[in-house]
């Protein structure tokens, strides 16, 4: 059973940065893309970011893109996102989750992930 822990949300004003991480059991962690999503009430789970197998490769929603930078760690099991320049609509709830399949590359289909975090708060105010 695979587990996926986040941490590092809570309370920025515009413009500041938070780092999110998450931490993953597991001895397979290098063999699976990892991606990250948001979700705000009401409203459908966002992707964010995802990151290739080997970390190599790395993906944005066009809102995020020059701000968030999503990495990871094969040795520690981890996937982190960077989160700078934050604003009021990057207020979410945001996930990691584990692209099924052992596929290489992340995608942006919520759909394609098997396994997600409990989610961690991020509350941007003006």
């Known amino acids: 059973q695979v587990q996926l822990v986040e941490s590092g949300g809570g309370s920025v004003q515009a413009g500041g940065s938070l780092r999110l991480s998450c931490a993953a059991s597991g001895r397979t962690f290098s063999s699976y893309a990892m991606g990250w999503f948001r979700q705000v009430p009401g409203k459908e789970r966002e992707f964010v970011a995802g990151?290739?197998?080997?970390?190599?490769?790395?993906y944005y929603a066009d809102s995020v893109k020059g701000r968030f930078t999503i990495s990871r760690d094969n040795a520690k099991n981890t996937v982190d996102l960077q989160m700078n320049s934050l604003k009021p609509e990057d207020t979410a709830v945001y996930y990691c989750?584990?692209?099924?399949?052992?596929?290489?590359?992340?995608?942006?289909?919520?759909?394609?992930?098997?396994?997600w975090g409990q989610g961690t708060q991020v509350t941007v105010s003006l």
């Open positions: 989750a584990r692209r099924r399949s052992a596929m290489q590359m992340p995608t942006s289909e919520a759909s394609e992930y098997d396994y």
């Open positions: 990151i290739s197998r080997s970390g190599g490769s790395t």
